[in-house]
T-cell receptor, first 117, second 110 residues
Framework: GAVVSQHPSRVICKSGTSVKIECRSL??????MFWYRQFPKKSLMLMAT?????????EQGVEKDKFLINHASLTLSTLTVTSAHPEDSSFYIC?????????????FGPGTRLTVT | GNSVTQMEGPVTLSEEAFLTINCTYT??????LFWYVQYPGEGLQLLLK?????DKGSNKGFEATYRKETTSFHLEKGSVQVSDSAVYFC?????????FGSGTQLTVLP
């Protein structure tokens, strides 16, 4: 099946620094990717929809200046957490619909554990 | 609006017990319905899905039937194994966007 990778899988950074998380579709092209945040023992919360060649669409309550999304190519979307704070510590997951259509099944990356100290 | 409500956990069962995790949804139109599983330390994996009313999704002994009249998609397994211990998420998808339930932690004891 389709594969989505994320890098890094785990990152620890200091307060005030920025961290970039990559999401790649390895064997298919994805004009749209989704970024989620998962809190401990909680569900996934959709943060934003990443669109190749255009601006990301952010969900209500998600600061677009803090969580910068760039969909650089048909196989890569990046999420940059700027000026990170301890409350940004979380598990970030991306997904992409295989087949290039929103009606297709979503494939999820393995997630990135961010810890801000 | 769109939402998914699933049974709160945690759920602890003995091996070979019967499992039911309830899931109901609200949505406009006719969404596709999914169950995802997240094993410890891993990402989400699709367990099963159903795309229209009365469809039954099944995989690894798990089943769920898309019930439009009750807007439900309950997950069942007749005999759970220790290896089924994981967090299970019910979700629906409309226009490519997934809405997840809060997740149900399942622990199966030997």
């Amino acid at each position: 099946g389709a594969v989505v990778s994320q890098h890094p899988s785990r990152v620890i950074c200091k307060s005030g620094t920025s961290v970039k998380i990559e999401c790649r579709s390895l064997d298919f092209q994805a004009t749209t990717m989704f970024w989620y945040r998962q809190f401990p023992k909680k569900s996934l919360m959709l943060m934003a929809t990443s669109n190749e060649g255009s601006k990301a669409t952010y969900e209500q309550g998600v600061e677009k200046d803090k969580f910068l999304i760039n969909h650089a190519s048909l196989t890569l979307s990046t999420l940059t957490v700027t000026s990170a704070h301890p409350e940004d510590s979380s598990f970030y997951i991306c997904s992409a619909p295989a087949g290039g259509s929103l009606s297709y099944e979503q494939y999820f990356g393995p997630g990135t554990r961010l810890t801000v100290t | 609006g769109n939402s998914v409500t699933q049974m709160e956990g945690p759920v602890t069962l003995s091996e070979e017990a019967f499992l039911t995790i309830n899931c109901t949804y609200t949505a406009t139109g006719y969404p596709s319905l999914f169950w995802y599983v997240q094993y410890p330390g891993e990402g989400l994996q699709l367990l099963l899905k159903a795309t229209k009313a009365d469809d039954k999704g099944s995989n690894k002994g798990f089943e769920a039937t898309y019930r439009k009249e009750t807007t439900s998609f309950h997950l069942e397994k007749g005999s759970v194994q220790v290896s089924d211990s994981a967090v299970y998420f019910c979700a629906h998808q409309a226009l490519g966007q997934l809405t997840f339930g809060s997740g149900t932690q399942l622990t199966v004891l030997p």
